[in-house]
């Protein structure tokens, strides 16, 4: 039977001699996802924020966004953005909190805003989703997926550095914020919105872009005991070369299964699947540039051997 | 050939076994209502409302203080107490002794009307009184306990298929309600505290000029009409028959003007005291107030005990509600809805078929990746993914868990992340062939060393997840457990199932080499 073949067997790819061209693109990268988000910031949803949400449908035909802009810009409900959402039958209608800063709960001007736009359009739309986020429950939420990416990001580096060596763990974690960076800079360049669903997005990268960088690591490691003569670049490349194989053909399966979940599971998984998307790409990259890239600046045998690993290990005959 | 142990090989395919006969039986088994064991549509899939609401604890704390300062005004006088400048600023309540040598006597007198679980404090000639924190907790836990009663006998009523109603926190309530895609009617059944009160009319001086001149009689006060909020009646502050002491109530209609009544039934206190008013009061017009509004003061014209009606130009619907209020008692506090999100059949049918989409299309490009790059043993790794859904279908069954849109996306998201192990143990081996060992050899080798890797890779994400648990509202929450148990299910189905599936595999066909073509062999 004749496969697939992605790549050749016994490739030996000098993945370093990119290294600058990857260096200054990452570097980059990360500036400019920085300046975004400070300057633009994100487009954060209701979870976040506070206000109400309405998804409607035409009950025939295409919708008119326009129209409706306009006809629910006359109700004076203050800012209101309007949004055509996974068909053009679907509009996703975006009101801001009534009654300023006090908001906390589905207050009468909170009730008669959705009111008027329910009444506004029912002879044409059909209500689909309804969604109401007090000021201080939004609150909360932002407070608690700020812990929560925080508390996973910690868990993560204190795994890793019992885990690995310190240069090692170092690179792991440096390539990581690479990665949750550059993904909240897709989301300030696009304007996609930042909800809670994204924040589920951002923590699953982040869990599979050190899931890849474990794996060559790991390889890399081996290698640094096998072949004691072998620089770094040589090392590095070698594991690279040996592991590229697996790195790309688990992203394309993890591709094909959020090109299935963003084309076909409907328009509220949309940017969770876009977040994804760009998560694994990038997560790719970074565990082969980022993270290698970084380690193969440090000395990875000193001449203490000892001196590189965890005390967890260094009684261990077998390390 | 590859030996395996046999409590190994038995073991696995008893795990199997049972992960697939629980995920067949919860599917098969099901009632067609939804009840049962297994696993259950969230809000987001079969439409329905997700309400929070928020016991207003500041306005039971508020309102306890002024009762507070009522009984102090009154004691301190019985006890010719001079006091000034009491106030009530939200949670704490002040007065001041006009003369300082009655401190001791006042202290006593106070410290024997306030509650176990508030304290005073004293400056100078100062007083005050607040909740001290443990107390405070105690009053909020047992007002969201009773108004936890009350929601739930209020939103019963209602029809609504399983409603969730459980505290969350300190100071809220979930509510969830499948099925019901417009919750007013709900909310406004929660949105009213329906405190009812029977009180008399003060006829010693007229509403009219009391709001004119602003000065309301000690003991009286004066409420706005529920028809009218420019109309208002001056009370007798003492509520002689209170909403506690109602045994039932139902809507029905006058039998004389046809007119849509509410007709209640007074326990045996209630009917007393109620025929003691009636029957001294006859001539003087009696309020029926609910929630700070009168809502009619018809006058007594003879004794009335334990049933009477109360009119008030209801419409029927409005009758309904009343009865359905009155019956499941006042809310210990008024509720605030902080979050509440609603989901029509519409779109929760289409993100059912949305879901079902993804996952046939996400299975299938995968399996079809697979097959074409590893070939026979591609096939076993996507019977492998398939086993891996059957045990990830059974332990979300036995877990009860709630299956929403996101969850949906975990389990996509496992299928295409669990084949990742495969690939792994793939390549291990693979690469120990391109070094010439035996295909037996290589297999150990390659399943011992791809473990260590694949636990690890696995448990950053399992720990993500975890996180993304305590996050979580609901739908979210859904794709924290998928992903969980999908990490956990991918574990097993590939370091444990994938094993037995190869082993029999190569033990039956006796291939002489799998995976690479053989002259990739040696050539490392």
């Known amino acids: ?319 | 050939m590859i030996r395996l142990s046999t409590w190994f090989y038995n073991l696995t395919i008893l795990v199997v076994v049972i992960a697939a006969s629980v995920a067949v039986s919860t599917v098969v088994l099901r009632d067609d209502d939804g009840g049962g064991i297994g696993v259950n549509l969230g809000l987001d899939l079969q439409g329905g409302s997700y309400l929070l609401l928020e016991v207003d604890m500041d306005s039971v704390v508020q309102e306890r203080m002024d009762n507070l300062g009522e009984t102090i005004r009154i004691s301190m006088r019985n006890s010719r107490i001079g006091i000034s400048n009491l106030s009530v600023n939200s949670d704490r309540l002040s007065f001041q002794l006009r003369d300082e040598l009655q401190f001791i006597e006042a202290r006593d007198i106070l410290n024997g009307l306030i509650a176990p679980e508030m304290r005073v404090t004293i400056s100078e000639n100062t007083l005050s009184v607040a909740f001290d924190e443990t107390g405070l907790s105690q009053l909020t836990t047992m007002t969201v306990g009773q108004a936890i009663e009350i929601v739930r006998a209020r939103v019963d009523e209602t029809g609504t298929k399983e409603p969730v109603i459980q505290r969350q926190g300190n100071n809220r309530i979930l509510l969830q309600l499948p099925g019901v895609d417009d919750p007013e009617q709900v909310k406004s059944l929660l949105g009213k505290t329906a405190k009812i009160g029977f009180q008399l009319v003060d006829i010693s001086a007229s509403a009219e000029s009391v709001k004119a001149s602003g000065r309301v009689p000690p003991g009286s006060e004066l409420l706005p009409s529920r028809d009218n909020p420019d109309e208002h009646y001056l009370l007798n502050k003492r509520v002689m028959v209170s909403g506690e002491m109602l045994e039932d109530a139902r809507p029905s209609f006058d039998g004389q003007t046809n007119e849509a009544v509410v007709s209640f039934t007074l326990n045996s206190t209630g009917a007393e005291r109620f025929g003691r008013v009636t029957g001294q009061n006859i001539g003087r017009p009696f309020a029926i107030v609910l929630d700070n509004e009168v809502i009619s003061a018809p006058v007594i014209r003879s004794q009335i005990f334990a049933n009477g009606q109360i009119s008030g130009g209801f419409s029927v619907d409005e009758t309904n509600e009343l009865s359905l209020l009155l019956r499941s008692g006042a809310l210990p506090a008024p509720l605030l809805v902080v979050e509440e999100r609603s989901v029509g059949p519409g779109l929760g049918s289409d993100s059912v078929r949305a879901g079902q989409v993804a996952s046939i299309v996400g299975l299938a490009g995968v399996a079809l990746f697979m097959i074409s790059s590893y070939g026979m043993i591609g096939c076993l790794a996507v019977i492998a993914v398939f086993i891996n859904m059957l045990l990830l279908y059974g332990q979300l069954s036995i877990l009860g868990a709630t299956l929403t849109l996101p969850g949906i996306a975990g389990i996509v998201l496992t299928i295409g992340m669990a084949v990742d192990a495969n690939i792994i143990i793939f390549e291990r081996i693979k690469e120990e062939l391109r070094a010439g060992r035996k295909l037996a050899t290589a297999f150990k080798t390659g399943f011992n060393q791809a473990t260590g890797t694949i636990i690890d890779a696995n448990l950053t994400t399992l720990a993500a997840a975890l996180f993304l648990y305590f996050l979580g509202s609901g739908p979210v929450k859904g794709f924290s457990v998928t992903i969980s148990v999908g990490v956990i299910s991918s574990m097993f189905s590939t370091i444990i199932v994938m094993r037995v599936l190869l082993a029999i595999w190569i033990n039956t066909i006796k291939p002489e080499s799998i995976l690479i073509s053989k002259q990739d062999i040696g050539a490392n």
Do not use: C
């Open chain 1, 1 to 319: 039977m004749a496969l697939l073949r992605l790549l050749p067997a016994n490739l030996n790819i000098p993945f370093m001699r990119g290294r600058l061209y990857s260096s200054v693109f990452s570097a980059l990268l990360v500036a400019g996802s920085i300046i975004f988000w400070l300057i633009v910031g994100l487009n954060t949803g209701i979870d976040f924020r506070g206000g109400f949400v309405i998804e409607v449908k035409t009950l025939e035909g295409a919708a008119n966004v326009e129209e409706l802009r306009e006809e629910l810009g006359d109700l004076n409900l203050g800012d209101i953005s309007l949004q055509e959402f996974g068909s053009e039958r679907e509009v996703l209608i975006r009101v801001q909190s009534q009654d300023e800063g006090m908001a906390t709960d589905l207050s009468d001007a909170n009730k008669q805003a959705i009111q008027l736009v329910q009444e506004q359009i029912a002879d044409r739309y059909e209500i689909r989703r309804t969604e109401f986020v007090g000021a201080v429950v939004g609150d909360e939420l932002r407070r608690n997926a700020f812990y929560a990416v925080i508390a996973a990001l910690g868990s993560i580096m204190i795994y890793i550095w019992f885990r690995f060596e310190w240069p090692f763990a170092i690179s792991a974690i440096l390539a990581l914020a690479h990665d949750i960076i550059t993904t909240i800079g897709l989301f300030s360049l696009t304007g996609i919105e930042f909800n809670l669903a994204t924040v589920a997005a951002l923590l699953t990268i982040a869990g599979y872009s050190i899931n890849d960088t474990v794996v060559i690591f790991d390889r890399i490691r081996d290698n640094l005991k096998k072949y004691k003569s072998w620089d770094n670049d040589t090392i590095i490349n070698t594991s690279l070369s040996q592991t590229i194989s697996r790195t790309l053909m688990t992203s394309i399966t993890t591709l094909i299964a959020l090109l299935a979940i963003y084309f076909f599971g409907g328009a509220v998984l949309g940017g969770f699947a876009l977040a994804m998307i760009w998560g694994v790409l990038i997560g790719t990259y970074s565990s082969i540039y980022v993270a290698s890239t970084i380690l193969s600046r440090f000395d990875l045998r000193p001449s203490d051997d000892d001196d590189m690993l965890p005390t967890h290990e260094r009684n261990d005959p077998k390390s």
